[in-house]
């Protein structure tokens, strides 16, 4: 047994105080050695990855990084959490989604680990006069329903109230959401809703039904129109400023007003960003909530879905990574509630395995990680703090401009925030066409003999208001031209890389031009000659050394023995010869449409 002195053992004692300036200069000399000559800050800043929403990620966070105290969980601000207890007694509500009318598949999940059950109803799903057979067996005074039900909200609503009186189930047992959000909705459908109905709704849960709320602020509509986290954020914002009004003015306390509204957001696999933005999402409605004169109503409501965005079509068991990423950030920001999307779920309605595999990924986390034993672990980081910070003042800056323009309504109907939204996305596109942005499995590692997964189609989500983007929509377009020509021709088309010198020389360029092109659904043909390969065009793929004694004539050759078109992998040069460069950061969409725009592949 080791005895501590009585002053403790202080482990750092015997070492110098390292400062800052000192860690900047080993780092500018590591960068020297790549032929970036920065000093101090500016090396510092070599390494900081740049954000949406204006802001930079560092390298390094320290004690200088200040930012505002966080408080404690369930007090205001709100940003550890919004309950005292967090999730700590029994992890977050695991909540699972559901559009087909088969009870069979909701009494599977709730006998598997699903606590809640989100359905949609109405148009896009459950029809309205089915939700009692859906939910038969259900016991409605144990799982909360939260309804998503659009243009049919008040039916929707009014529906399973009356299932919760023929069941027997007590008022003041009732637990779940009414899901109302016109707002919502007219972003979704491009449809102006009343509000009155949620007013409704609204003045019935708060006197008779104090375990349900009516409306929800949901921000998933403007991250699937491709937002960003501080715009996902303002728009949650003005939604629930503008729900706020609007009950005060049909009779609600604004402490009643604020308990009605529960917040939906998308969690992505960027983990530190999704904790951050969960909360950030606490602070700023603790401080709409205060500004309001009721403080103690600020504890924001969380329900968090796995992005749609996020989800691709090819290589879709790579998405069970991405949404068990996803889900933990989401308990690690608090979030009252999750939802995770099954892997095939951009393919249409999830077999039974995807559903398995989709409840037990927060049913690991909360089990068998332990993460919801500590309330908000990330707290007391210096990054995360920072960030969260740094994240609230962007959001707040959006929901700012979004009342100038005259409140979320106005902003919608004026096409203001349409516009803010698609330029974000038009700029995050270019990131993701030059793959500065990865997405493993369709721009990086993409796998051109797997099998389709096939799913039978899903409910028609609303359309006719703000678009539903995906990060793999531009190569599945390019992916799709390449199975339409397989589907024609029995072939793939193709590419012959042309390796120069050995292994060690060419096999870096070789594999990124092989990963390159395939992920446009181009085949790379590595073996036998240029004639044998069945390709139009080819692709030098060596080190620059090589290229310098050896390019010109190879070029030559491959242009004699009929290729039409020669690509050279590396930094564009001065070779004669070539028609093209592929290279870290070229922009891989214009490339891969142009080369099947030439081979003929529409």
Request: proline content about 5%; aromatic content about 6%.
């Amino acid at each position: 047994m080791t005895v501590l002195p009585d002053d403790g053992l202080e482990l750092a004692g015997d070492f110098p105080d390292v400062p800052h300036e000192q860690w900047q200069r080993l780092v500018a000399g590591v960068l020297r050695k790549s032929g970036k000559d920065v000093e101090g800050a500016e090396a510092e800043e070599a390494l900081s990855t740049a954000l949406e929403d204006g802001l930079r990620t560092r390298p390094l966070y320290t004690a200088r990084d200040s930012s505002p105290e966080p408080g404690l969980p369930g007090f205001a601000p709100f940003v550890r959490g919004g309950r005292a207890e967090g999730n700590t007694l029994g992890g977050w509500d695991v909540r699972q989604r559901h559009t087909v009318a088969d009870g069979g598949l909701v009494l599977a999940d709730l006998e598997n680990g699903v606590t809640s059950l989100w359905l949609g109803v109405g148009d896009s799903g459950i029809p309205v006069p089915e939700l009692g057979r859906v939910l038969d067996g259900v016991y409605l005074d144990l799982a909360s329903v939260v309804l998503d039900a659009g243009s049919d909200t008040e039916p929707a609503a009014q529906a399973l109230l009356r299932l919760y009186e023929e069941r027997g189930v007590a008022r003041d047992a009732a637990r779940g959401n009414l899901g109302a959000d016109p707002l919502g909705e007219e972003a979704r459908s491009g449809r102006r809703g009343d509000f009155a109905p949620a007013a409704g709704l609204a003045r019935l849960c708060a006197e008779e039904y104090p375990g349900l709320r009516a409306l929800t602020a949901d921000a998933l509509p403007y991250h699937e129109a491709g937002g960003s986290a501080a715009q996902e954020l303002g728009c949650s914002l003005a939604t629930a400023v503008a729900y706020l009004r609007e009950l005060a003015e049909a009779g609600l306390s604004v402490e009643q007003a604020c308990a009605q509204l529960e917040f939906r957001y998308a969690a992505t696999a960027d983990q530190f960003l999704t904790i951050a933005k969960l909360r950030a999402a606490r602070r700023l409605w603790a401080r709409v909530a205060e500004v309001c004169g009721a403080p103690r109503a600020g504890a924001q409501s969380q329900h968090v879905v796995t992005s749609p965005v996020m989800m691709t079509r090819r290589d879709p068991w790579v998405n069970m990574l991405r949404t068990t990423i996803a889900t933990l950030a989401a308990g690690a920001g608090g979030a009252d509630a999750v939802t995770v999307l099954p892997f095939d779920h951009a393919l249409g309605l999830p077999d039974a395995f995807a559903r398995r595999i989709a409840r037990n990924t927060s049913t690991i986390l909360i089990e068998e990680s332990h993460l919801s034993r500590v309330i908000d672990p990330a707290g007391g980081s210096w990054y995360v703090e920072r960030l969260t910070d740094e994240l609230a003042h962007a959001g707040w800056e959006f929901f700012q401009r979004i009342e100038r323009l005259g409140g979320m309504a106005a902003a919608l109907r004026s096409g203001d925030l349409a516009q803010d939204l698609a330029d974000t996305w038009q700029a995050r596109s270019g990131g993701l066409a030059k793959r500065r942005e990865p997405v493993t499995g369709v721009s990086e590692f993409p796998h051109l003999a797997e099998k389709p997964v096939v799913r039978d189609p899903a409910p028609e989500s609303p359309s006719g208001g703000l678009p539903r983007v995906r990060r793999d929509e531009a190569y599945e377009a390019l992916r799709a031209r390449s199975d339409a020509h397989l589907a024609a021709t029995g072939t793939r088309p193709r590419i012959f890389l042309a390796a120069l010198g050995p292994a060690a020389a060419h096999t870096a360029r070789l594999t990124f031009a092989s990963n390159l092109f395939q992920a446009g659904g181009i085949e790379p043909v590595t073996e036998g000659t240029f004639e044998e390969s069945g390709a139009a065009e080819a692709v030098l793929c060596s080190s620059d050394a090589l290229y310098a004694e050896q390019a010109e004539a190879a070029v030559r050759d491959l242009k004699a023995a009929g290729a039409r078109h020669v690509f050279l992998a590396g930094r564009p040069g001065e070779y004669p010869g070539v028609d093209a460069y592929v290279f870290a950061g070229c922009d891989a969409v214009a490339v891969l449409s142009a080369t099947l725009d030439r081979m003929g592949v529409s």
